[in-house]
């Protein structure tokens, strides 16, 4: 069984470009989680996705966005990129979205902003 | 609000020792409680989990962790250490209708 598979696995930007970032969860996973894993700062919750619906939302500004798509994929579009943004992006799902299952991540989409 | 608290960003421990990785958590109303482990160049792998029970949680890979509900603590512990237990470490807590929130991360070298 595939688990969750992002791309691009890497991307160079630079300052004020706009980025998409890809997820595709397990098969039958409906829930969708982002996640910004930058330079010691752990990691940070962005958005979750639940059956086509933002379900919540991290504290970062508007210029994130995203949204999931019938099939349960998701993108993450970054706007007006700046240099903090560069970070490790992850993707995860679990199968319902409750909150104590555990969570299948992807390997991420490594993200530098120059 | 929730948040945890990982009070090392290291750990240094000898191959065949015990290791302890610390973990405290704040939340309102009963945690869910994670541990993840993260290879380099990898996403972050579940180990083990608290919902409620047994204090005492076996995961993967020999790991354990005990939940503390006086301390608000839940550490991950492990009786012999492997160098291929090398990784960053993360604990986790979600409660009643948040998301899961992530520590910074704790460092675990092993050394042979």
């Known amino acids: 069984e595939a688990g969750v598979t992002q791309s691009p696995t890497h991307l160079i930007k630079t300052r004020g470009q706009q980025v998409t970032l890809r997820c595709s969860p397990i098969s039958g996973h409906t829930s969708v989680y982002w996640y910004q894993q930058a330079l010691g700062l752990g990691l940070q919750f962005l958005l979750w996705y639940d059956e086509g619906e933002e379900r919540n939302r991290g504290n970062f500004p508007p210029r994130f966005s995203g949204r999931q798509f019938p099939n349960y994929s998701s993108e993450l579009n970054v706007n007006a990129l700046e240099l903090e943004d560069s970070a490790l992006y992850l993707c995860a799902s679990s199968l319902r979205g409750t909150t104590n299952e555990k969570l299948f991540f992807g390997s991420g989409t490594q993200l530098s902003v120059l | 609000a929730q948040s945890v608290a990982q009070p090392e960003d290291q750990v240094n421990v000898a191959e065949g020792n015990p290791l302890t990785v610390k973990c405290t958590y704040s939340?309102?109303?009963?945690?869910?409680l994670f541990w993840y482990v993260q290879y380099p160049n990898r996403g972050l792998q579940f180990l083990l989990k608290?919902?409620?029970?047994?204090?005492l949680v076996k995961g993967s890979y020999g790991f354990e962790a005990e939940f503390n509900k006086s301390q608000t603590s839940f550490h991950l512990k492990k009786p012999s250490a492997l160098v291929s237990d090398s990784a960053l470490y993360f604990c986790a807590v979600n409660s009643g209708y948040s998301t899961l929130t992530f520590g910074k991360g704790t460092m675990l070298l092993v050394s042979p």
């Open positions: 608290y919902i409620t029970g047994d204090n």
């Open positions: 939340v309102s109303g009963n945690p869910y």
